[in-house]
């Protein structure tokens, strides 16, 4: 009997050490707003829960980036035609672009031995659609937008300097990787014509070459971050 009990708390006091081991700590739980470059202006949100298990954690952020180099001036705006971007937008077509993107990682808090200092690693999975617009109403053509959804991987680095208990001053550098997608076509707003353009199918290369679709892109940022 003395065994059996014995057992008993032994095991209970193992569940409990591996409970406390497993506890998310809400206390590292923040909120953070960021601008900077990443493929040009851009502007997100994050929400980071740190230290989930040991130094591990997760974030996710998505950003607004306004892309202004989102089509090759060189290239023929239509395939297989002859005029390029850039004679188009001499006669006073506008170029557009932007992209939103959305980014799932994991996290691993770095030792610190600097009062206030924090910092930490990410990498994960990315998600980005992106739109090229050429706006050709000076010629009474309309817009012509290209659309591509994206899948990628990401990684970076992130520190925060502590300005009071709960709000920290920010700086995120980072490079992610997309790999090319398909395209969609919009032709005159929300009610225009469409078509896509499949990897391996023809037109998929003028396209290509007439889009900058994002394939690596650098992110530098500094924001704000609130912790709960």
Do not use: C, H, W
């Amino acid at each position: 009997m003395k065994n059996y009990v014995a057992l008993t708390i032994a095991a209970a006091a193992l569940a409990t050490a591996n409970a406390q081991t497993y506890t998310p700590n809400l206390n590292n739980v923040e909120l953070g707003l960021a601008g900077g470059y990443q493929g040009g202006l851009s502007g997100g949100l994050t929400l980071r829960a740190g230290n989930v298990a040991g130094p591990l954690g997760f974030r996710i952020g998505v950003d607004y980036t306004n892309v202004s180099d989102a089509l090759n001036d060189n290239a023929a705006f239509l395939p297989g035609g002859n005029v390029t971007v850039a004679q188009r937008k001499a006669a006073g077509d506008k170029e557009s672009g932007n992209s939103t993107t959305v980014a799932l990682d994991a996290t691993y808090d770095l030792p610190s031995t600097v009062a206030g200092v924090n910092a930490y690693v990410y990498g994960g999975a990315r998600y980005n659609n992106f739109n090229a617009t050429l706006d050709q109403t000076t010629s009474g053509s309309g817009k012509v937008t290209y659309s591509t959804n994206q899948f990628g991987l990401g990684a970076g680095v992130a520190a925060g300097y502590a300005l009071t208990g709960n709000l920290s001053l920010t700086g995120d550098l980072g490079l992610d990787y997309y790999f090319p997608s398909d395209f969609s076509t919009n032709t005159g707003g929300v009610n225009g014509t469409g078509d896509t353009f499949k990897r391996g199918e023809g037109g998929y290369d003028e396209v290509n070459t007439l889009v900058n679709q994002p394939t690596t892109s650098f992110k530098a940022k500094l924001g704000l971050a609130y912790r709960f």
